[in-house]
């Protein structure tokens, strides 16, 4: 019980730790215009940049990511989302959404940028992993990596609950607009006929008697 109550609190403040590490955003992207976000990497590492339209016009946008020496690493036009692992060098990446070919209509992008292997919590810590790991330290990391699985997934259902969310306040307005349009053409069209019916019955009809002409007497 010592054992695990150790490796909890020693678990909870490492996995803040990764989690500043693991960067996400959501940003929007208003029309005919373009945003780049830079990431330095200090070392080789192989990394996982995934991107998602989770709201406006036909949820997609123009991705493309630009290595250190301007060499476009990954470019895609009008996208919905898609998930990118690649092995980045020592340099400054960017990564760059554009709403440039929208005329109306403003994007909202969420994106995150993380470590395709999960390292140990040593090696997270900045200090060489051991070759063998006792108990403690195979327990913790297992946990650890645990944590990571459950942290992607949840990333991975807020984006969706915002997509669905967009979705349904979406159809939920078009529903609105038509339900007042039906309701206005029957309040019309319910006035229109009372008028029409109360016009017939109020309208004077000519009489049919000839008329008589008055004769002059000599």
Known sequence: MLVQTICILFLSVTVCWAYFAREGFTIMIPPKQQSCFSKKFTSKIKVIFEYRVTAGGNQDIDAKIVMPNGVYLYVEERKHGD???????????????????????????AFNIRPFDEGSLAEEAGEQAPQV???????CDNIHFL????MDFQMKYMVRESMSRYVAEHLNKRVMWWSLGQTVIIVLTGFGQVFIFKKFFTETRRSSKPLEV????T
């Open 83 to 109: 998930e990118v692992s690649f092995d980045a060098q020592n340099g400054e990446y960017q990564f760059c959404f554009s709403n440039e070919f929208s005329k109306m209509t403003t994007k909202r992008i």
């Open 133 to 139: 790991k006792g108990p403690l330290e195979a327990f």
């Open 147 to 150: 944590m990571t699985t459950v």
């Open 214 to 217: 008055p004769t002059l007497s």
